[in-house]
T-cell receptor, first 112, second 114 residues
């Protein structure tokens, strides 16, 4: 089957670093995505990993280990505006077409 | 990034009526669009994959006769919620796959069925 797990909530302080973990099980892995979603808005794309390793993009980095079915999103120099839900999504091709399967999201609260 | 629009952004309707939601790719052509539904404090659930010029592919548990999807052109897909009921109230989001790497989301449509 397909399963994606993320922590439900996390709290961190402004200026700090936070790591949001995601574990997944899927039969047709074809890439892992991280999205940011503010309340009442649509998700916005943050990062994409298809090979093992770290992808860095400004204050955000994402890591993937395909053998472990594991990814994390690292947010540095946290700002208040980073308070949002962070969605881990796996692209699965086991059905013959691409499908995106989302985790339940991690609600991050950044405190002053 | 690529721009995807949705219309309307918010709709309130009476139980039993039908509601049409439009999803447009503004500066690119999208052969594949996705329709998601999101209930409060929950993640996105894929409802169906919309392919231009062919029938949509629905996920298990999604009634294709209730949620009609039409993808008549490379820039427009529509979702019609037929005979809407209060339990259909949700946040409906479309997305368009731009390249093999990612998808871009529309701003979403909040549906409230009274």
């Amino acid at each position: 089957g397909q399963n994606i797990d993320q922590p439900t909530e996390m709290t961190a302080t402004e200026g700090a670093i936070v790591q949001i973990n995601c574990t997944y099980q899927t039969s047709g892995f074809n890439g892992l995505f991280w999205y940011q979603q503010h309340a009442g808005e649509a998700p916005t794309f943050l990062s994409y990993n298809v090979l093992d390793g770290l992808e860095e993009k400004g204050r955000f980095s994402s890591f993937l280990s395909r053998s472990k079915g594991y990814s994390y999103l690292l947010l540095k120099e946290l700002q208040m505006k980073d308070s949002a839900s962070y969605l881990c999504a796996v692209r699965d091709s086991s059905s013959g077409t691409y499908k995106y399967i989302f985790g339940t999201g991690t609600r991050l609260k950044v405190l002053a | 990034g690529a721009v995807v629009s949705q219309h309307p952004s918010r709709v309130i309707c009476k139980s039993g009526t039908s509601v049409k939601i439009e999803c447009r790719s503004l500066d690119f052509q999208a052969t594949t669009m996705f329709w998601y539904r999101q209930f409060p404090k929950q993640s996105l659930m894929l409802m169906a994959t919309s392919n231009e010029g062919s029938k949509a592919t629905y996920e298990q548990g999604v009634e294709k006769d209730k949620f009609l999807i039409n993808h008549a052109s490379l820039t427009l897909s529509t979702l019609t919620v037929t005979s809407a009921h209060p339990e259909d109230s949700s946040f409906y989001i479309c997305s368009a796959r731009v390249q093999a790497e990612t998808q871009y989301f529309g701003p979403g449509t909040r549906l409230l069925v009274l």
